[in-house]
């Protein structure tokens, strides 16, 4: 515990939240995710529970903006790496 305890301190990392529309749980289960400092929370509009296999157009568009503004903050690199 020690060792942890001494740890140097890293920045946090962005996160992206992709929630349905229409679906209460997975909303109400990202509230203690939505106090992260780096998080952006995007609703994708008309999706009921699985947004990602009801909309993966949507999803797509705003996961490669999302990985596209990190790496023009110089969060990532094109390979993904912080």
């Not at 996961?63 to 790496?71: G, N, P, S, V």
Request: aromatic share 4%.
């Amino acid at each position: 515990m020690a060792q942890l305890a001494s740890a140097p301190r890293c920045h946090p990392p962005p996160v992206l939240l992709l929630a349905a529309e229409h679906d209460f749980v997975t909303l109400r289960s990202m509230q203690g995710w939505q106090k992260l400092a780096k998080q952006r929370l995007v609703v994708i509009p008309g999706a009921v529970h699985h947004a990602l296999l009801e909309r993966p157009e949507a999803c797509g568009v705003h996961l490669e903006a999302f990985l596209q503004a990190q790496e023009e903050s110089g969060s990532i690199d094109q390979k993904g790496h912080r």
